[in-house]
């Protein structure tokens, strides 16, 4: 079912009147539904309180990738086709060593490239559901969903409008 | 804060956020100089000839190569360990400069990420041909199957060099193409064309820039990054086994492994220095690419020269000081006087001497001298492959066995064809691909104006 989003969008020139916005925006109790910047800016990865576990799925992919890469070594050298050479034994570990770091970096790479593209929707030829076309070239950009954001329309415009938002306007989406 | 003038400024001009993402967009946008297209004819030529002597090879066999019996691993394995040193700077720029926070890299690492990509893949045609039978490349595989002893020896070099040349080749290309994510974005959402908008519009994978995609890609950078500083120490450690491993005198040490490290990542920056004076002088990207950037990457390679340096006397110490006949027979008979003195002087004189006219800041901030320089660099190391190869096989502990290599037409030609490959692919870089990272140049251009200072908190706010 497509549900029409009303969305209150605040436009700024600069990293620095945008923080000063969302920090006093977030300090009056407004929801802020996503902020779109050209870089990332860590004060709003911050104050959006979202969080990301990559690092340890990461970590997590590490420790299947090394278990099965050693595991399989020790099949193949030992259970499937032991050979023998010069009476050495078969669990030739330290020379397994080399293998083992470098195809569970593979691994995890690998794996964790596919998360980041699954968690964040972000894969090949996927539209972009864009609401202010400059966020990836040169404006900053807070948007608020005009049903949540807990605060009426003219006093957040006058709020960002008297920190430095070039712009403030409303727009409403098919998308979501 | 960062310390401008420690660095000298980062960005030259006082440049808007959209006048970055314009300048750096301008070779994607405006029209294609001809002398684009004259050098692309030329590295398909290259090409060209390289693919024939493919050919030849893949048709008539390794026999149409000069390596005989005694120098079994000509040009081949030389170029191949020359291009995956080369290889290196892509991800020692964006890794290790990202782990000491070093903010020059943004305006180069962009560039040498493609630039491994590139390099790798011209590498790893040289064992693949190598094979003899490159149509049974899929032995190397371990995978269960009904071929005799069924495993690849998982203890030999080789093997791991497999492991480890593929592994990079994915890893540095799925850095570099993640990277640039963001700055397709910004293309998809600044040009005119339709067509621009639709291809890069794929490509840019639907990034709008939200916090939370900028979230977890932060934390893919931070994954991505940690793990590939161990790769690249690792691969080259592993092509040096190739060699230490064996018996051959002037191989077997355990000096290869950091030898070889930090010679790949002497030889990466020196060919970064090379397509970055061009970027700078071709594609007028002076003010993103700064005298400070070249400077800065100078100062790098003057330092590693002094540790290439080194590892060149205590070689030639250790071979004296272990008292092992063969040992000094291969430095001091073989290298440094008798039938290679050319090759080990080439290469001592242009990686350990040369390098240190760096110390002077009139010649770091010489586009010119620098461009030779770094172009020397190149020449420097791969006679240093060609010494290690060559040198040490042609005279080995059995007189009966000595043999001399020259290479033949079809070696010259491949490794030609590798050559145009890269530059090609590099040509091909320039003109679709924004040559700087612009999403991270635009995050450090606040560090490089004082105009924007009356903006941070804590000072005056002019708008209240």
Known sequence: ?176 | MYKTDVRGKLIDGEKSLSQISQEILEPINGKTPKWWYAAMGVSLAMFAWGAYSIFLTLTQGVGTWGVNNTVGWGWAIINFVWWIGIGHAGTAFSIFLLILRQKWRTAINRAAEAMTVVAVFAAALFPLMHMGRPWLFFFVFPYPNTRGPLWVNFNSPLFWDFVAISAYLLISASFWYFGMVPDFATIRDTTKSKIKKAVYGFFAFGWTGSSREWLRYEGLAFVLGGIAAVLVVSVHSIVSTDFAVSVEPGWHTTLFPPYFVVGAIFSGFAMVLTLVTLMKKLYKMGDFITENHVDAVCRVLVFVSLIMGTAYITEIFIAWYSGSEYEMFTFFKNRITGDYAFQFWAMFIFNAVVPQLFWFRRIRRNMWIVFTISILINIGMWFERFNIVVTSLSKNYLPANWASYTPTLVEIGFFIGTIGMFSAGVLLFFRYIPQIAISEVKMISKYNTQQTDHLKPGHHHDYE
Do not use: C
């Not at chain 1, 910047?37 to 959006?48: F, Q, R």
């Not at chain 1, 049903?147 to 003219?154: L, T």
């Open chain 1, 1 to 176: 079912m497509i549900t029409n989003k009303k969305y209150l969008v605040g436009v700024f020139d600069n990293e620095h009147t945008l923080k000063d916005a969302f920090q006093k925006a977030l300090d009056k109790g407004v929801v802020i539904e996503e902020v779109y910047t050209p870089y990332p800016i860590h004060e709003i990865l911050h104050g959006m309180k979202n969080k990301t576990h990559i690092t340890h799925a990461a970590f997590f992919f590490g420790l299947i990738g090394v278990t099965a890469i050693i595991g399989g070594m020790y099949y193949a050298a030992v259970i499937d086709w032991p050979l023998l050479f010069g009476g050495k034994p078969f669990n030739t570990f330290p020379s397994f060593i080399v293998v083992s770091i470098v195809a569970t970096i593979l691994t995890i790479t690998i794996l964790t490239l596919l998360t980041f593209s699954i968690r964040s929707k972000i894969y090949p030829g996927k539209t972009a559901d864009i609401i202010d076309i400059r966020a990836t070239d040169d404006k900053f950009i807070i948007v608020l969903d005009q049903d949540k954001m807990g605060i009426e329309i003219p006093a957040v415009t006058q709020l960002f409008q008297s920190n430095g938002a070039s712009e403030v306007y409303e727009k409403e989406s098919t998308s979501n």
